[in-house]
T-cell receptor, first 114, second 112 residues
Framework: GQNIDQPTEMTATEGAIVQINCTYQTSGFNGLFWYQQHAGEAPTFLSYNVLDGLEEKGRFSSFLSRSKGYSYLLLKELQMKDSASYLCAVFPSFSSGSARQLTFGSGTQLTVLP | NAGVTQTPKFRVLKTGQSMTLLCAQDMNHEYMYWYRQDPGMGLRLIHYSVGEGTTAKGEVPDGYNVSRLKKQNFLLGLESAAPSQTSVYFC???????????FGSGTRLTVV
C-alpha cells in the first residue's frame, strides 16, 4: 500500500519563502510529482523528481530523498497568485503494474497574505 | 489543442438517478483514469484503463462502472446516485511511453 503525508494548511507572507513537505511510504516507487491546484480547477504540473537532490525551476524548486521517503516543494518570492493547494503524488515503478496510477497526498492549502 | 475534455462540467442529480460522465482525449494515450476529489482531500482513484476494451478497479470503485469501447473515450457511470457521490471528478490520461499525466478540467457533481 501507499501512505503519503503532507501538512493540511500553511500560511506565508508575500515575498517570503515557504517549504511544503511530503513524506511517503510505498512499495514500488519510481518518482514523485508536485501539482498546483487552484480552487475549482484541475491540478497543473509543477515538477517530477526521480533522482535524489534538488531541481530548480524558476521560483519553484523540488527536492527528493529516496532513502528517507521525503520530498519538499520550495516556493520563493511568494506572490498572491501562489495561494493554492499543492499536491504531492507518488508515481509507482513499472513492477507495480503497467497502469502506474498516481497516488495523491491530501494536499497542502497555502495561503499567501499581503 | 483539446487534450482531455470532460463533459458535463456541472450536474445536479437526485438520489437514485443515473448518469454517465464522458472523458475524451485526442492524444492517442493508452492509459486513462477516473479520480474523485472531496473537499480538503487529494484525488482518489475510482477506475482506470490500460487500453481499449480494458478496465480495472481503483481505490474507491463502489457505486461506479466504467467502459472504454474506444481508445479515446473513457466513460464513468453512476447507476444509482447517492449523496456520498457528491464530488469533483477528474479524468486523466497518460501515454505508455512517459510519466506525464494530462488532466481534464473536472466535473462538479452534486447529488441531492
Amino acid at each position: 500500500g501507499q501512505n503519503i503525508d503532507q501538512p493540511t494548511e500553511m500560511t506565508a507572507t508575500e515575498g517570503a519563502i515557504v517549504q511544503i513537505n511530503c513524506t511517503y511510504q510505498t512499495s514500488g516507487f519510481n518518482g514523485l510529482f508536485w501539482y498546483q491546484q487552484h480552487a475549482g480547477e484541475a491540478p497543473t504540473f509543477l515538477s517530477y523528481n526521480v533522482l535524489d537532490g534538488l531541481e530548480e525551476k524558476g521560483r519553484f524548486s523540488s527536492f527528493l530523498s529516496r532513502s528517507k521517503g521525503y520530498s519538499y516543494l520550495l516556493l520563493k518570492e511568494l506572490q498572491m497568485k501562489d495561494s493554492a493547494s499543492y499536491l504531492c503524488a507518488v508515481f509507482p515503478s513499472f513492477s507495480s503494474g503497467s497502469a502506474r496510477q498516481l497516488t495523491f497526498g491530501s494536499g497542502t492549502q497555502l495561503t499567501v497574505l499581503p | 489543442n483539446a487534450g482531455v475534455t470532460q463533459t458535463p462540467k456541472f450536474r445536479v442529480l437526485k438520489t437514485g438517478q443515473s448518469m454517465t460522465l464522458l472523458c475524451a482525449q485526442d492524444m492517442n494515450h493508452e492509459y486513462m483514469y477516473w479520480y474523485r476529489q472531496d473537499p480538503g482531500m487529494g484525488l482518489r482513484l475510482i477506475h482506470y484503463s490500460v487500453g481499449e476494451g480494458t478496465t480495472a478497479k481503483g481505490e474507491v470503485p463502489d457505486g461506479y462502472n466504467v467502459s472504454r469501447l474506444k481508445k479515446q473515450n473513457f466513460l464513468l457511470g453512476l447507476e444509482s446516485a447517492a449523496p456520498s457521490q457528491t464530488s469533483v471528478y477528474f479524468c486523466a490520461s497518460r501515454s505508455g511511453q512517459g510519466y506525464g499525466y494530462t488532466f481534464g478540467s473536472g466535473t462538479r457533481l452534486t447529488v441531492v
